[in-house]
């Protein structure tokens, strides 16, 4: 399947934030957008699930997709409650099977069971983030798109939620893109890591890990080669 972004123009005034970019998402995996604040990776995810426009070049493959976002920030529905916020998105797009029990699931996935009738206003940070991640997760959409979406999280339930969906790649393939400043959350999730800098967006390294997503990381010796790959790439 292709899906590619070809001489892709995206300005905000008179900032470039993309001028140019090619890039290749068509080998199926978890893709990592591993580069620093600022430079201008949001912009490129939001382009891709069509959450804003861009000025000019292609992107193929990704119009006729649906996409599970999970936004950096959590953009939950202030007046529906947590259970309410992942229904109204599964009702909204017609969603098949048990509502009920998808919500269920998810919410216990992120250990939010107990809160499903509460208000995002009385959740934590990282509660809210949880419910997010439970959203996105329970609409299933064709390709996963992640924005840094671990931060703030405790690391067993970063661990829980990493093993997750390193799972759901291995039993629904396809594309997913995760957004991370973190070099052992990139070596431990993804298989092809896109090492970038800007503005403009730019594609200084694509560093490929030769094993399925996930799989890096049973090998310290494997893991060790790739990390000092990304680190050359960061400190070039
Ligand atoms: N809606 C907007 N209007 C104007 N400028 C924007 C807008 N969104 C982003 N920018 C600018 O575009 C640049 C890239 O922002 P973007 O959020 O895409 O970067 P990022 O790599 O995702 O950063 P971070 O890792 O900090 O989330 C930044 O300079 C930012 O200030």
Redesign the pocket.
């Known amino acids: 399947m292709e899906l590619k972004i070809k001489s892709l123009h995206k300005s905000?005034?008179k900032?470039k934030?993309i001028s140019g970019l090619n890039m290749d998402f068509s080998s199926e995996g978890i893709h990592c957008l591993f580069?620093?604040?600022?430079?201008?990776?949001?912009?490129?995810v939001n382009i891709l699930a069509g959450v804003i426009p861009y000025d000019s070049g292609d992107i193929q493959g990704f119009n006729n997709k649906s996409f599970s976002y999970i936004f950096?920030e959590e953009r939950l529905l202030p007046w529906a409650t947590v259970e309410k916020n992942i229904k109204f998105v599964l009702e909204s797009y017609n969603h098949k099977g048990d509502i009920d029990s998808i919500v269920d699931n998810y919410l216990s996935l992120v250990d939010l069971e107990e809160f499903k009738n509460y208000y995002p206003k009385e959740l934590s940070g990282g509660m809210k983030q949880r419910v997010s991640i439970a959203r996105a997760l329970a609409y299933d959409g064709d390709i996963l798109i992640m924005d840094?979406p671990f931060k703030g999280l405790h690391l067993n339930m970063k661990k829980t939620l990493m093993d997750y969906i390193i799972d759901y790649w291995h039993r629904k393939k396809g594309l997913f893109i995760l957004?991370t400043?973190d070099a052992d959350e990139a070596l431990c999730m993804a298989n092809y890591i896109h090492v970038l800098e800007g503005?403009p967006l730019t594609l200084k390294k694509e560093i490929v890990i030769d094993e399925p997503p996930g799989k890096a990381r049973s090998g310290i010796d494997k893991i060790q080669k790739y990390r000092e790959m990304l680190e050359d790439k960061i400190t070039e």
């Not at 580069?35 to 490129?44: E, Q, V």
């Open positions: 905000y005034g900032q934030v580069g620093p604040s600022g430079c201008g990776k949001t912009t490129l950096q840094e957004i400043h503005p």
